[in-house]
């Protein structure tokens, strides 16, 4: 029998533990402060930030929203980020992506302090990441490896298959299940005969951006299938990367599109931005 991972559920349990912290915080005198940057008004944007905030108000997480028009200057951007930097009541600093395509989004993502950078993806948090050292994961991958801890897979000694290469979902995935000991293999776009490799997989994870991407083909009988995609069609319905019809018939587990990955991320930005105000605090003890 195939095994639906309920990312929702596993989520909100999560989400319960964050917000005890957040009771314990607020005792010592310290409300956990995210701030979120949105340029311009493209709707899924919108849609995301708006679920960021309300995920945040119902743990007791302060929110700010800063909405900036389309056409802002790379300039006031990053001045926007320098203030949040230096308040000490936001404790996490998300730039919502894409960015406009005047904006360079290294510029910005590097200007975000990394003490504040809840999303993990500075330079300075990927470094350390990929070092193993101590810092703020980014909240996809790291929310997939919740989920697999949470519905007691293995993780260690398995053949791991990342498709995609992406430096907010793909690499860091590979490399957060190597940290883990899996081997790991990552394919993308030019990988020759994609099916030969993902087929080894015992956990496959699919992080294209095309959906319905994964028929079965490229699955092995019994293997973890992640769906990471979030693609929307013509009617705004969502769709993962993966053919769920088709391989929830093979898969040991899978995971849905909605309320598999997508609810995880939020919940790691959560986890992040109070393991962020703890941090803050413990340094003005
Ligand atoms: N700086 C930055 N950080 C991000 O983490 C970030 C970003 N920019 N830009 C856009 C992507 C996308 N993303 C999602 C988060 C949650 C769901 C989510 O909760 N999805 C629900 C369904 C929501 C719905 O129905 O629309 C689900 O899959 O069940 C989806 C997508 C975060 N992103």
Same mark, same amino acid.
């Given at each position: 029998?195939?095994?639906?991972?309920?990312?929702?559920?596993?989520?909100?349990?999560?989400?319960?533990?964050?917000?005890?912290?957040?009771?314990?915080?607020?005792?010592?005198?310290? #409300?956990?402060?995210?701030?979120?940057?949105?340029?311009?008004?493209?709707?899924?944007?919108?849609?995301?930030?708006?679920?960021?905030?309300?995920?945040?108000?119902?743990?007791?997480?302060?929110?700010?929203?800063?909405?900036?028009? /389309?056409?802002?200057?790379?300039?006031?951007?990053?001045?926007?980020?320098?203030?949040?930097?230096?308040?000490?009541?936001?404790?996490?600093?998300?730039?919502?992506?894409?960015?406009?395509?005047?904006?360079?989004?290294?510029?910005?993502?590097?200007?975000?302090?990394?003490?504040?950078?809840?999303?993990?993806?500075?330079?300075?948090?990927?470094?350390?990441?990929?070092?193993?050292?101590?810092?703020?994961?980014?909240?996809?991958?790291?929310?997939?490896?919740?989920?697999?801890?949470?519905?007691?897979?293995?993780?260690?000694?398995?053949?791991?298959?990342?498709?995609?290469?992406?430096?907010?979902?793909?690499?860091?995935?590979?490399?957060?299940?190597?940290?883990?000991?899996?081997?790991?293999?990552?394919?993308?776009? @030019?990988?020759?005969?994609?099916?030969?490799?993902?087929?080894?997989?015992?956990?496959?994870?699919?992080?294209?951006?095309?959906?319905?991407?994964?028929?079965?083909?490229?699955? @092995?009988?019994?293997?973890?299938?992640?769906?990471?995609?979030?693609?929307?069609?013509?009617?705004?319905?969502?769709?993962?990367?993966?053919?769920?019809?088709?391989?929830?018939?093979?898969?040991?587990?899978?995971?849905?599109?909605?309320?598999?990955?997508?609810?995880?991320?939020? #919940?790691?930005?959560?986890?992040?931005?109070?393991?962020? /105000?703890?941090?803050?605090?413990?340094?003005?003890?």
């Amino acid at each position: 029998m195939t095994s639906i991972i309920n990312g929702k559920e596993i989520g909100q349990e999560i989400r319960k533990s964050v917000e005890n912290r957040v009771k314990e915080l607020k005792e010592q005198g310290l #409300t956990p402060g995210l701030a979120v940057i949105l340029v311009g008004d493209n709707p899924a944007s919108q849609t995301y930030v708006r679920n960021k905030q309300k995920s945040c108000e119902a743990i007791g997480i302060f929110s700010e929203l800063i909405k900036l028009p /389309a056409e802002v200057t790379e300039e006031e951007l990053l001045e926007q980020i320098n203030i949040l930097n230096n308040r000490d009541d936001i404790h996490g600093i998300l730039v919502q992506l894409p960015l406009p395509k005047h904006i360079n989004e290294d510029n910005v993502i590097a200007t975000i302090s990394p003490e504040k950078d809840v999303d993990g993806f500075s330079p300075v948090s990927v470094g350390k990441m990929m070092l193993g050292q101590e810092t703020f994961l980014p909240c996809t991958p790291f929310g997939v490896i919740k989920l697999l801890e949470y519905s007691g897979i293995e993780i260690a000694g398995k053949h791991a298959v990342v498709v995609g290469r992406s430096h907010i979902v793909g690499k860091p995935m590979g490399q957060l299940l190597l940290q883990k000991d899996a081997t790991v293999t990552y394919t993308h776009s @030019k990988t020759p005969d994609l099916p030969s490799i993902t087929k080894q997989a015992d956990i496959l994870i699919a992080a294209v951006g095309r959906p319905n991407f994964i028929t079965k083909e490229h699955v @092995k009988p019994g293997a973890v299938v992640i769906d990471v995609g979030i693609n929307r069609d013509e009617n705004n319905k969502l769709t993962g990367d993966v053919n769920f019809a088709e391989i929830e018939q093979i898969a040991s587990h899978i995971t849905p599109v909605p309320g598999g990955v997508g609810p995880m991320t939020i #919940t790691m930005l959560l986890y992040n931005t109070v393991q962020s /105000a703890e941090k803050q605090l413990s340094q003005d003890k």
